[in-house]
């Protein structure tokens, strides 16, 4: 690649893609000739309300279908040109999101039978349904926790690896 090429709002710069590992090269050179296939109409400024209400169906469902190919490109090609640390910093949040959720939704659950009378015998234990489902959510909650501890050393480490000055 010698020029900058724009895909859709995304701009590629040599200069980014000579940086790139040759597996991302190789990917992101399928992506801009699928790209350069689709006869992509971009709505914003090619396309007035008046021409979209002539369109038949068909022709607005196939539209749809090539803006919809191209928005996934050009999430392809950006994932592409992050630059690691920040892809891996993603997953590392989104994983502790989600296990951040699974423990509030297992707190929750447990809140919820623990205050309700119905799920209590007489000698003050819990019912066995709800003794199950309040054993399961407590092992959810211990496993979560782990696994955000985890989540947590690996984020250190990639933060020690990326920013050595913060040692």
């Not at 090619?46 to 022709?59: I, N, V, Y």
């Not at 749809?64 to 949040?93: G, Y």
């Not at 003794?131 to 050393?153: E, P, R, V």
């Amino acid at each position: 690649m010698k020029h900058n090429t724009w895909v859709r709002d995304t701009l590629i710069r040599p200069e980014d893609y000579q940086k790139l590992c040759p597996a991302k090269k190789n990917e992101l050179d399928e992506l801009l000739k699928e790209f350069s296939t689709i006869p992509y109409i971009d709505a914003r400024t090619e396309l007035g309300p008046d021409q979209t209400a002539r369109m038949s169906a068909r022709q607005k469902e196939k539209m749809l279908a090539n803006a919809a190919r191209v928005f996934t490109i050009e999430s392809k090609i950006k994932q592409l040109l992050l630059p690691e640390d920040v892809v891996l910093k993603r997953q590392v949040f989104d994983k502790k999101r989600n296990a951040k959720s699974a423990i509030s939704v297992s707190e929750n659950y447990i809140r919820h039978i623990s205050s309700m009378t119905t799920s209590f015998k007489r000698n003050g234990k819990f019912k066995k349904g709800y003794q199950n489902g309040f054993d399961c959510n407590q092992s959810i909650i211990t496993k979560n926790y782990k696994l955000l501890s985890n989540l947590n050393t690996k984020l250190l480490v990639l933060h020690q690896r990326i920013s050595p000055s913060s040692q």
